[in-house]
């Protein structure tokens, strides 16, 4: 990103949010999709062949996942110019039997790649940011280790960093609890085919399923591979093979909304280019949550156009957001505008993301004046007089990008650490401040 947009103070950096005059209208173009961008470099490194992606999203996360491929082995092409990646699979077989990668921040490469690791025959070390060393991983080690797999904790038991020593594909049923993260089921999955045997998972978690699970088990039909589910069942059988192929990205649905949130805030019309009804990405649910702030969608050739209510006036609501949880912070900015309460709800399991997602929308929408409450799985909000601030982001890229938000409507919002949205979308504010000054 520019610096050019960015203010130092006390060796910080800020982003002073610039006021929106009046209604935003134009067209944007997001990065590729980290879900689906990190889903398919696991897939294309377990097929036997080369497998070439396109629309690949190049941020902290993807660029952690690559450089881990390459750690252990694997021939990785990158032409980033192009957003082009090619990568060299081995069948389930990894190049080197140790090494040490180093997953970042990155939730899907360190659930992901544990679990292939877990099911190879080799021994390696898995490092990771101060960030990942607090989230959750313990389902997904105690399921691996009940296929034979073992840890050794280098620091806290449960986290990483880790020494794991692999099963070489011995496989029997698992039970797992996925209500802290679906990202451990989707990584035992995705990893299935290294297995010698069927790969059968039993969920005791009420939450058997989900959006990113759906995601999922979708790509893996797309390569070739079957998943069953009969809930709380899942069964891959023995003996599946990823197939290569030339594949597309979508783009980052999470990121678009920002923008389409933006045009409802302001009254104006956004287009997100390549964002069409037919996308499997769970967050497509939230261009409904806005259908229902008064905002009107339309399907153009470039992609799904938003046209916000007029001068940006809607009510409150309460919407269950469980299954698109990304977009909590989004509607929390939304709300401190609307004309009456808004209640999220079933959202607990976000203070196990990034950083207590619940707790930062509470402490940071108290900052500007708004009444904020959060009590068990809902976060309560009251609309009321805002004032301008600056704001924390907990080195959480969707804190950044969504409370930036606040700061169309009211003079005096500055944002701390901006640059923490490179972990999905590096360039977020320079595309924001372009799309202002086309006003």
Do not use: W
């Amino acid at each position: 990103m520019s610096n050019s947009i960015f203010e130092t103070f006390n060796n910080e950096t800020l982003f002073r949010v610039p006021l929106a005059n009046g209604s935003v209208s134009g067209t944007v173009q997001v990065p590729g999709s980290k879900s689906i961008t990190n889903r398919a470099l696991l897939i294309a490194a377990l097929a036997k062949g080369r497998t070439t992606l396109s629309g690949v999203l190049f941020s902290d996360d993807s660029r952690h996942f690559l450089s881990s491929l390459q750690s252990l082995g694997f021939n990785v092409i990158i032409d980033e110019p192009n957003k082009v990646v090619s990568v060299d699979g081995l069948g389930g077989d990894i190049p080197n039997e140790t090494g040490t990668i180093n997953v970042g921040s990155a939730g899907t490469a360190a659930r992901f790649l544990t679990a292939m690791l877990a099911l190879s025959s080799g021994e390696y070390i898995i490092e990771c940011s101060e960030q990942m060393k607090k989230r959750p991983m313990q389902p997904l080690f105690d399921a691996l280790i009940s296929v034979g797999a073992s840890f050794e904790y280098l620091e806290n038991d449960g986290h990483l960093p880790v020494r794991v020593k692999g099963n070489s594909g011995d496989c029997k049923p698992v039970t797992m609890d996925i209500h802290k993260s679906t990202q451990f089921l989707s990584a035992l999955l995705l990893v299935a085919p290294m297995a010698k045997s069927d790969m059968n998972i039993h969920i005791t978690s009420q939450k058997t399923d989900g959006a990113y699970i759906r995601i999922t088990r979708n790509m893996m039909t797309e390569f070739g591979v079957d998943t069953e589910f009969a809930s709380p069942d899942y069964k891959v059988p023995a003996g599946s093979q990823y197939d290569v192929m030339d594949y597309f990205i979508e783009p980052d649905v999470s990121a678009a909304c920002y923008y389409y949130a933006l045009g409802t805030l302001t009254g104006g019309s956004i287009t997100v280019k390549g964002v069409y009804p037919e996308l499997m990405q769970g967050d497509m649910k939230f261009l409904g949550v806005l259908e229902r702030l008064g905002a009107n969608l339309e399907n153009t050739a470039d992609g799904i156009q938003l046209t916000g209510p007029k001068d940006g006036v809607y009510p409150g609501i309460e919407a269950d957001l469980n299954d698109f949880s990304d977009q909590t912070m989004t509607l929390a900015v939304l709300a401190a505008y609307a004309t009456s309460k808004t209640t999220i709800k079933n959202v607990s399991h976000i203070r196990l993301q990034e950083c207590d997602r619940m707790q930062a929308i509470v402490n940071e929408l108290t900052r500007i004046g708004i009444d904020c409450k959060a009590d068990g799985t809902n976060i309560t909000i009251t609309p009321g007089p805002i004032k301008g601030t600056t704001l924390e982001t907990y080195d959480d890229h969707r804190m950044a990008m969504a409370f930036s938000l606040l700061g169309l409507k009211t003079e005096g919002i500055i944002i701390k650490d901006p640059m923490c949205c490179r972990k999905t979308f590096e360039n977020y504010f320079e595309v924001l401040t372009d799309l202002l000054e086309r006003q």
